[in-house]
């Protein structure tokens, strides 16, 4: 029933499209969907690297079995725990009670919590190898990336990288897996997206990885999510190098309000108006009552200015900004400049805690903040459009 579809010579791609979960993780909306990445190596030991998320697991056998022709798999290399790649092991061992579980001294410290397997496993260290005839597999520890038992798995002869979650994506893969027949394009948003979200806050750990991998020759990345990279290898490693050291990809500015009844909203406008006479035209301005947070914080790992604003709301900054200020400092992001903005109707205390935040995660404070009291008269709005002149120009005295 299903087509082999070859990485390399006898190296196979037998994920699956997950076109029905519309949360990941329960709570990160993916309107492309996603995917769940697998590997098979057929040598003269059979090695599959990682499985995918149960509720797949028939149509993942059936892939396994066009290519095995009832062949045993010898290894299962895991490169990651988590039950959306882990999850059909249990079945795995009871199809294949003789496969051994390859991995390091925290994976199999998970294997045991979750699925009662303790036995019939190769444990492999830093810079250790298996050969499987004429394949060796070498493994490199990539610990918070974004668990504590991540590894990454090189095979040698094709130089191909399986790289866990690193370098993975939101989004299904519709005809092929390959960035090569395919419209790699496509996947940037979400690719960062993806990096926001799971890897964001782990930028030394993925930092650290990327100096491993920098010592090796790789000619495919094959990720647990998202397409398998190879004609677009050399973006996506620079992309992850800036991202993990908290570098903004262009200039530009986000701008996030929330607002009830919509004076906050106001001051957005008047300060994207400033932004842009002053020539910043990556200015994107969001509604934090609108548009989910994961959408928001890929774009402020995208862009270099910030701009937060908030009504007050019981002497406190209003829910959903303060939800987008918890996402933003729980990933530690750093080198933003950033300001700020509210409204209150007869105290105000949103903009005083929004000005602290600057210090909280050490970001350059740009201009003056604007409060405004009730309605918005044209005083204020002038304030709001001078703040955004005045961030703009510390933008472009930058460049």
Avoid at 27 to 36: D, F, Q
Avoid at 302 to 313: R, V
């Amino acid at each position: 029933m299903y087509n082999k579809r070859p990485v390399a010579e006898n190296i196979y791609y037998v994920g699956v499209n997950d076109r029905q979960k519309s949360l990941f993780e329960n709570y990160l909306p993916i309107p492309e969907g996603i995917t769940y990445n697998s590997y098979l190596i057929i040598d003269e030991k059979v090695a599959l690297i990682d499985t995918v998320d149960i509720s797949f697991a028939d149509v993942y056998f059936a892939k396994i079995d066009a290519v095995l022709n009832d062949r045993p798999i010898d290894y299962l290399i895991i490169n990651h725990m988590e039950p959306d790649h882990a999850g059909v092991i249990g079945l795995l061992k009871q199809k294949y009670p003789m496969i051994q579980m390859v991995g390091n001294a925290r994976t199999f410290d998970m294997l045991n919590g979750y699925f009662g397997i303790s036995t019939r496993l190769h444990e492999v260290k830093e810079g250790g190898s298996l050969s499987l005839g004429k394949r060796t597999l070498t493994f490199y520890m990539a610990p918070m990336v974004h668990w504590p038992e991540v590894m990454v798995t090189y095979e040698s002869k094709d130089q191909i990288l399986f790289s866990a979650d690193a370098f993975g994506s939101f989004g299904t893969l519709d005809g092929d897996y390959l960035d090569t027949f395919i419209s790699a394009d496509r996947y940037r948003n979400e690719l960062r997206r993806y990096y926001a979200c799971i890897v964001g806050k782990y930028g030394s750990p993925a930092q650290a990885l990327l100096k491993k991998l920098a010592l090796l020759e790789i000619q495919t990345i094959c990720p647990t999510h998202g397409p398998v990279w190879r004609q677009e290898i050399k973006k996506i490693i620079n992309l992850h190098d800036q991202w993990s050291r908290y570098e903004a990809e262009e200039d530009g500015v986000v701008i996030a309000f929330g607002s009830m009844y919509g004076n906050t909203q106001q001051l957005a406008e008047a300060i994207a108006e400033g932004l842009v006479s002053e020539g910043i035209k990556n200015t994107i301005i969001y509604n934090v009552s609108k548009t989910d947070t994961s959408f928001i914080l890929s774009d402020i790992f995208k862009y270099k200015g910030l701009i937060i604003g908030s009504p007050t709301y019981m002497n406190d900054i209003y829910p959903p900004v303060e939800n987008l200020l918890f996402a933003i400092k729980h990933r530690g992001i750093k080198n933003r400049l950033y300001s700020c903005f509210g409204s209150f109707s007869w105290a105000g205390a949103a903009v005083k805690q929004l000005t602290a935040f600057a210090n909280t995660m050490g970001w350059e404070l740009v201009g003056t903040p604007v409060e405004n009291k009730q309605a918005v008269f044209s005083d204020k709005y002038q304030a709001a459009f001078e703040l955004g002149q005045t961030f703009a120009n510390r933008m472009i005295s930058l460049r």
